[in-house]
DNA sequence: CTCGACTCCTGCTGGC
DNA sequence: TGCCAGCAGGAGTCGA
């Protein structure tokens, strides 16, 4: 599910209520997602004050007081529900996140809410993950990055440092498309199926191109291409189509500026007049959706 | 090394 | 109405 902008605004919501707080209550729900937890993640979360955050492509780390950071990843179906005991009670979410009209109290707790953090201020953090494909872990504050799920990341898409020299870099002498060579976390960490879609139609770059034809002109489009997409979706709070949630319940409003994802039949934004745009193709590439228009991106 | 195919898991949607 | 294939924002593993 969330890609940079969705997990960035996860993690600012986080940063919001938790940042300072001590951990009164930390209960794991059960023993794995996809992969097993580690032992004693329970005990290392209560008790502990949480000092701040920080994301590294779709990760969130924790930083816990002490010597240990929580990593979180929220796969596809990840989310982080932050609600304070004094609130009113939150409807449940329904098909296309529609609001039911459902009770908060005496509900049964939900089954795929796997960890729950209290604050002793009041908070309630719930980490839920239907299809499970989300990580957590503890590490090492000391050597974070040095983690294995961080180790072999790409540059940040936002930083400084990603600059043309870099884009090109990780793009250049690769004979797969672009389309999967900006999904590859290893080239540039925090893109994911919707954005680069978005990027590329941006930059008017066909999908399908081989990634070692981008750097040069085409690379100088895609490059703010990128940062603007992933900044004006951080802005908008991110896209929420399914599942994805912010972490104080409010839903992420990117969706309604797409340009393409999504949007196979219709026509493309300001498709050059004359010749009939065909409207935006779906293909698939590397089993996931594509979307973009034949027309304009090449 | 590099690639695509497959796999993990649950839930919703759309077509018959 | 009910059933079921197909699809979903991610990423690790495997074999060619």
Redesign the pocket.
């Known amino acids: 599910?969330?890609?940079l902008p969705?997990v960035e605004t996860v993690m600012r919501g986080l940063a919001a209520v938790l940042e300072g707080q001590v951990i009164a209550r930390a209960e794991l729900r059960r023993p794995d997602l996809?992969r097993p937890l580690p032992r004693g993640l329970a005990a290392a979360l209560t008790g502990a004050r949480v000092e701040g955050f920080r994301r590294r492509?779709?990760y969130i780390l924790m930083r816990l007081e002490g010597r240990e950071s929580l990593l979180i990843?929220l796969?596809?179906?990840g989310r982080m529900v932050a609600r304070h005991r004094d609130a009113a009670p939150v409807p449940r979410l329904?098909?296309?996140g529609a609001a039911s009209d459902a009770r908060g109290h005496n509900q049964p707790p939900d089954?795929?809410e796997h960890l729950v953090l209290e604050t002793e201020s009041g908070w309630r953090i719930g980490f839920l993950d239907?299809?499970?494909?989300g990580q957590l872990d503890l590490v090492p504050r000391a050597a974070e990055d040095a983690h294995p799920?961080l180790a072999g990341l790409g540059p940040e898409p936002l930083s400084e440092a990603f600059d043309l020299a870099a884009l090109e870099a990780a793009l250049r002498g690769?004979?797969?498309?672009v389309k999967?060579?900006l999904?590859d976390?290893r080239r540039v960490a925090g893109l994911?199926?919707?954005y680069v879609s978005e990027a590329l139609f941006r930059a008017r770059i066909s999908p399908r191109r081989l990634?070692a034809t981008i750097p040069g002109a085409r690379a100088a489009r895609l490059l703010p291409a990128i940062k603007a997409v992933l900044r004006e979706a951080i802005a908008a709070g991110?896209?929420?189509?399914?599942?994805?949630v912010r972490a104080d319940g409010e839903l992420?409003v990117f969706q309604e500026r797409f340009a393409v994802y999504g949007r196979a039949g219709q026509r493309c934004a300001d498709c050059p007049g004359g010749r009939a745009c065909g409207g935006i193709a779906r293909l698939v590439?590397?089993?996931?959706?594509t979307f973009y228009c034949p027309l304009k991106q090449r």
Not at 174 to 177: A, D, V
Not at 238 to 244: C, I, Q
């Open positions: 599910m969330p890609e969705e996809r492509g779709k990843h796969g596809m179906s329904g098909p296309q089954r795929h239907p299809r499970r494909f799920l690769r004979r797969t498309p999967a060579a999904m976390q994911g199926n919707i990634s991110g896209s929420s189509l399914r599942d994805y992420g590439q590397s089993g996931r959706s």
